[in-house]
């Protein structure tokens, strides 16, 4: 995977052109940019999202939202397992993880626990959509900005 100093590099300017000319602000000519997005292109460039946010110090807050790990025959705990695990490799990168944990069997427990899950201040959401109807009804409370991934 090419870096900015790959494409700084190969364009013959500095570092914080490529950065300058990526972010589209600060001062460039219109020939040295052409030059960096082309080189940006022939190298397949992509930024590295995880370094981007350890260069911001930035945390990201997620939410679990899923049975308790017991139910459908233990099923959910390794669900919880792998949650569990993914937490740990990118804790490193200011990931923080809260599990919210209901009863499937019971709408009404579905629905409270869910509406605290839309009320938290979260980056992104896990949700284990069981309940149709109390899904649908819950998704209408969160922010549309907070991506939501269903598993």
């Known amino acids: 995977m090419a870096t900015l100093k790959d ?3 190969r364009a013959g300017v500095s570092i914080g052109t490529v950065d ?3 972010h ?3 001062r460039y000519s219109s020939e040295t940019a052409a030059k960096v997005r082309e080189i940006m292109e022939e190298v397949d460039y992509r930024p590295n999202l995880m370094a981007r946010r350890l260069s911001k110090s930035k945390s990201c807050r997620i939410a679990a939202f899923l049975p308790w790990p017991e139910q459908d025959s ?3 705990e390794l669900t919880l397992e792998g949650i569990r695990r993914a937490e740990g ?3 490193p990168f200011g ?7 209901f009863d499937r069997y019971d709408a009404d427990q579905f629905l409270q626990t869910g509406l605290r899950l839309a009320g938290g201040q ?3 959401i896990l949700m284990a959509p069981l309940r149709e109807k109390e899904s649908r009804s819950l998704l209408r409370h969160i922010d549309k900005q907070i991506p939501v991934a269903f598993f």
């Open 20 to 22: 300058r000319i990526l």
């Open 7 to 9: 494409i700084a590099d």
């Open 95 to 101: 990931l923080n993880l809260d599990i919210l944990h």
């Open 74 to 76: 233990g099923y959910w």
């Open 122 to 124: 979260f980056d992104g």
């Open 24 to 26: 589209k602000r600060g």
């Open 89 to 91: 490799d990118l804790a």
